[in-house]
């Protein structure tokens, strides 16, 4: 019989007795049996903890960890401390996963000898269900390949939940506290320490919106639109300083523009108008984009919003202000 190496898989948990217990039986019933499931109640004051000692009674595979909240990142970091696996997985205490996902991961990443392994995924609603990548495409991807695919944003994408590592490949990484998109912060660090990646357009993930999430949030919020931003200039400045890809930078540009329509849009205030000149600084900071990586409208509409951004402002609300007037 085939001996299998420890998956450790890591669940932050923290106000999702609602949802919980379908996490922590998706898991717990895995095809591939031999895990180190690491529950981090993270100050759960909704009855959470409790269910996770329950699950742990049952299952001795599970290690509960209670510590008082301090955030996802922390909780995360905490079972990077103390996992025993030679491969590391993570699952989002209220989404779930197909009982052969971790399998199909292992699978993929021993066959092509590949250091981290990627699915698809479904995002699910209260009421629907939608997959974007389900026709089983197969690609290797070296370090560079990835980190490029991950600035695209389009197939492979900066979530941590989704993905197999080896061990290795978080050997001095941490999740920042106290911030948000952690993902972003991660993932390209962690692809730049190994040698392969694979991935398998099969869903396996179950990605839960619902509301009182952290990342599914009706009202704008431009300080979030901002700390986006920051993640994607964060992501260049690396792959620039890596000589990974020259073209990088262009989204520095393509996703600034994009956060400034939206905020410029907002009545003026102190607080928006310096996001609007820092992420200004920012796109400035990389000189070289130009056509054909931009459109010429796109070079246009840049360099009103660097020479004339009042005449920017006022352009962009006459046409949002058209747009309005009903039809006799």
């Known amino acids: 019989m085939e001996v299998l190496p420890l998956i450790s898989i890591i669940i932050p948990v923290y106000n999702v007795n609602g949802y919980l217990e379908k996490c922590l039986h998706s898991v717990c019933e895995q095809t591939y049996k ?6 981090v109640d993270d100050g759960s ?20 960890i209670h510590q008082a909240n301090g955030g996802q990142s922390r909780a995360r970091n905490k079972g990077l401390a103390i996992a ?20 199909f991961l292992y699978r993929l990443l021993t066959a092509n000898d590949a250091d981290i392994a990627a699915c698809a995924h479904y995002i699910e609603t209260e009421t629907e269900t939608e997959v974007r990548y389900s ?10 390949e990835a980190i490029r695919a991950l600035i695209i944003d389009r197939r492979m994408r900066n979530y941590i939940w989704d993905k197999l590592f080896r061990r290795q490949a978080f050997s001095g990484i941490q999740f920042p506290e106290n911030q948000i998109f952690e ?28 509301e009182g999430s952290t990342t599914l949030d009706k009202q704008y919020d431009p300080q979030k639109e901002y700390l986006w931003f920051l993640r994607i200039y964060e992501q260049v400045k690396f792959i620039q300083d890596n000589g990974i890809w020259y073209k990088a930078p262009c989204y520095v540009h393509k ?3 994009h956060a400034i ?29 130009r056509w054909p990586q931009v459109s010429i409208l796109f070079l246009l509409k840049r360099c009103l919003v660097y020479r004339h951004l009042g005449v920017y402002r006022l352009v962009k609300t006459f046409l949002k202000s058209g747009r309005k007037i009903p039809q006799t």
């Open 34 to 39: 031999n895990l180190e499931i690491i529950v």
């Open 135 to 144: 026709s089983g495409t197969f690609t290797s991807f070296s370090s560079d």
């Open 183 to 210: 993902d972003m912060a991660v993932c390209y660090r962690v692809f730049h320490k190994v040698r392969r990646i694979v991935m398998q357009d099969c869903p396996k993930y179950h990605y839960l919106q619902r």
């Open 255 to 257: 996703y600034g523009m």
């Open 261 to 289: 329509n939206k905020i410029i849009m907002l009545p003026s205030s102190p607080l928006l108008d310096s996001i609007i000149k820092d992420i200004i600084g920012k796109m400035q900071e990389f000189t070289n984009v």
């Open 84 to 103: 025993r696996g030679e491969y590391i997985g993570f699952v989002d205490s209220d989404d779930w996963i197909d009982l052969d996902m971790y399998e």
């Open 45 to 64: 004051t909704d009855g959470s903890g409790e269910i996770c000692d329950l699950f742990a009674e049952t299952d001795s595979r599970i290690k509960v």
